[in-house]
């Protein structure tokens, strides 16, 4: 885990994220990422909204209004 650090460049090696990066590649042990549910996980299927009557270019390009 690690937290974006806005204060160094993007691609800096002493930037947070981009330094634990570096270390994993390197071998050295990192902390594990934890979640704030419990490890628990729920999945949701989630449905595409679709028109009722598509034109052409819906039909052929779903999810295009």
Avoid: H, V
Avoid at 20 to 30: V, Y
Avoid at 44 to 50: A, F, G, R
């Amino acid at each position: 885990r690690a937290e974006d650090d806005i204060s160094a460049a993007l691609g800096d090696p002493s930037e947070a994220s981009i330094a634990t990066a570096l270390d994993f590649l390197a071998g050295r042990s990192c902390t594990p990422i934890t979640s704030s549910n419990s490890g628990t996980m729920t999945s949701s299927t989630q449905e595409m909204l679709q028109p009722i009557r598509p034109t052409a270019a819906q039909f052929e390009m779903p999810g295009l209004y």
